[in-house]
């Protein structure tokens, strides 16, 4: 936990047992593992893992990360145990707090191994939460979808604030899929996607809140005017 202004953190790897012996969801407690109250924090090569609530929380103004690690906790037992601001299923991977006006992420990824379920249908309904702010960005972030093909349906619903496609796996699921953003501007969002299922097919979608294109695309560099 950082309470101080002014730090710049480099290389952390935060992380909770949640595979092993002797770990278990009830075993080993844990609900945040990286927060951020001071001002003008910057993080270079971010690692925060597996922990039952959100694995990182945001308060602080100015903040800014370049490179993000992250798997989810592997071992949610219950869905509607674990749930979010009382109905939104799980907990962000990256929350930024609801009063932040600046802050910037760039290089993040997430990936979902709900693999010790206890045979429960575990969704994440967003891996960022972020302000509806204009001075929040975030920049190339990526879920992937990693889970066993045998097991209970489990996936990630969105990317951030309930935009852009999700992943499944297990009974029912599309299988490994990777999706990737490249720019969310908000609260005027207007986002550039690219994601791949899984197979050779790809798309750019250029949304904006309440309307989206699809694309089939070849070309790999876009360049997109934001009128903000």
Same mark, same amino acid.
């Given at each position: 936990?950082?309470?101080?202004?002014?730090?710049?953190?480099?290389?952390?790897?935060?992380?909770?047992?949640?595979?092993?012996?002797?770990?278990?969801?009830? =075993?080993?407690?844990?609900?945040?593992?990286? @927060? $951020?109250?001071?001002?003008?924090?910057?993080? #270079?090569?971010? %690692?925060?893992?597996?922990?039952?609530?959100?694995?990182?929380?945001?308060?602080?103004?100015?903040?800014?990360?370049?490179?993000?690690?992250?798997?989810?906790?592997?071992?949610?037992? !219950?869905?509607?145990?674990?749930?979010?601001?009382?109905?939104?299923?799980?907990?962000?991977?990256?929350? @930024?707090?609801?009063?932040?006006?600046?802050?910037?992420? @760039?290089? =993040?990824?997430? #990936?979902?191994? /709900?693999?010790?379920?206890?045979?429960? !249908?575990?969704? %994440?309904?967003? =891996?960022?939460?972020?302000?509806?702010?204009?001075? $929040?960005?975030?920049? !190339?972030? %990526?879920?992937?979808? &990693?889970?066993?093909?045998?097991?209970?349906?489990?996936?990630? !619903?969105? &990317?951030?604030?309930? +935009?852009?496609?999700?992943?499944?796996?297990?009974?029912?699921?599309?299988?490994?899929?990777?999706? /990737?953003? /490249?720019?969310?501007? +908000?609260?005027?969002? +207007?986002?550039?996607?690219?994601?791949?299922?899984?197979?050779?097919?790809?798309?750019?979608?250029?949304?904006?809140?309440?309307?989206?294109?699809? #694309?089939?695309?070849? %070309?790999?560099? &876009?360049?997109?005017?934001?009128? +903000?």
């Amino acid at each position: 936990m950082i309470h101080i202004n002014n730090v710049i953190g480099d290389d952390f790897w935060v992380w909770r047992a949640d595979h092993g012996d002797g770990v278990g969801w009830d =075993l080993n407690k844990v609900a945040n593992g990286f @927060v $951020v109250n001071g001002d003008k924090v910057i993080m #270079y090569g971010l %690692l925060v893992e597996h922990f039952q609530e959100y694995d990182i929380i945001w308060r602080g103004e100015y903040g800014k990360t370049y490179f993000l690690q992250n798997e989810k906790c592997y071992d949610p037992q !219950n869905q509607d145990e674990w749930k979010s601001h009382g109905t939104q299923l799980g907990y962000a991977e990256y929350k @930024v707090s609801n009063n932040v006006k600046n802050h910037y992420v @760039v290089g =993040l990824g997430s #990936y979902d191994v /709900f693999i010790y379920t206890g045979g429960a !249908n575990i969704f %994440l309904d967003n =891996l960022f939460e972020v302000p509806d702010q204009p001075g $929040v960005k975030i920049e !190339n972030a %990526l879920i992937v979808e &990693i889970t066993t093909d045998g097991g209970p349906l489990v996936g990630f !619903n969105h &990317i951030c604030n309930g +935009i852009g496609p999700g992943t499944t796996g297990g009974l029912g699921g599309k299988g490994f899929a990777k999706k /990737f953003l /490249f720019l969310i501007v +908000i609260p005027k969002l +207007i986002l550039l996607m690219y994601y791949e299922d899984g197979s050779s097919q790809s798309c750019f979608i250029n949304q904006e809140k309440g309307h989206q294109t699809s #694309y089939d695309q070849r %070309l790999m560099i &876009i360049i997109l005017h934001l009128n +903000i």
